[in-house]
């Protein structure tokens, strides 16, 4: 069965420090891969997403991600992180299709506070 | 003004008693799904739906019950079975391979 590990649980970081996630899933096949972004009382969004293509994924608010295939690692990466950033954030692969759709698989989430 | 809706934003319901969550998107997206979140646990797969008038399981659908009778609409329903039913629950809806999500209703089961 597929799943996707997310390392760190809960990561503190000040600010202007760097943020790295670690996101490593188990399929061999073709995968879409996901970061999501959930802030303290607001909606789940997509922070970034790969298809094919460019390895190195830009998203939203300076975020990047880097698809590493032998690795099975879709590592999320900030090189300055802002109090704003404080969320939990979950990394996703696409399951395989079912339908007209694919279903993801989630990771447990890291949950990213940013001191001022 | 495109998006999906869940309502109620928080539910108290008592032990034993069913309780329905609505799920609303006007996003003419074919598939929908209904997500449970807990701490620590992300987000596991209830039920979801790929087109009007069918729905699949899930990877912890036992207690949980949906219809799928319009579009638009696909509601949950938090049966008396389901043995932890306090959660976050998400519902969300797709283009071909991008979810996009609800803000979710806080069911607390007294």
């Known amino acids: 069965a597929q799943s996707v590990s997310q390392h760190n649980h809960h990561v503190i970081l000040s600010e202007a420090a760097s943020l790295e996630l670690g996101c490593n899933y188990s399929?061999?096949?073709?995968?879409?891969l996901f970061w999501y972004v959930q802030y303290p009382g607001q909606h789940l969004q997509l922070l970034l997403k790969y298809f094919s293509g460019d390895p190195l994924v830009k998203g939203i608010k300076g975020f990047e991600a880097e698809f590493i295939k032998s690795k099975f690692s879709f590592n999320l990466r900030k090189p300055s992180v802002q109090w704003s950033d404080t969320a939990e954030y979950f990394c996703a692969v696409n399951k395989g299709k079912s339908g007209g759709s694919y279903i993801p698989t989630f990771g447990r989430g890291t949950s990213l506070i940013v001191h001022p | 003004d495109g998006g999906i809706t869940q309502s109620p934003k928080y539910l108290f319901r008592k032990e034993g008693q069913n309780v329905t969550l609505s799920c609303e998107q006007n996003?003419?997206?074919?598939?929908m799904y209904w997500y449970r979140q807990d701490p620590g646990q992300g987000l596991r797969l209830i039920y979801y739906?790929?087109?009007?008038?069918?729905?699949q399981k899930g990877d912890i659908a036992e207690g949980y019950s949906v219809s799928r009778e319009k579009k638009e609409s696909f509601p949950l329903t938090v049966t008396s079975a389901q043995k932890n039913p306090t959660a976050f629950y998400l519902c969300?809806?797709?283009?071909?391979?991008?979810?996009?999500f609800g803000p979710g209703t806080r069911l607390t089961v007294l």
């Open positions: 996003l003419n997206h074919d598939a």
């Open positions: 739906s790929q087109i009007v008038n069918d729905f």
């Open positions: 969300a809806s797709s283009t071909r391979d991008t979810q996009y």
């Open positions: 399929y061999g096949g073709t995968v879409n």
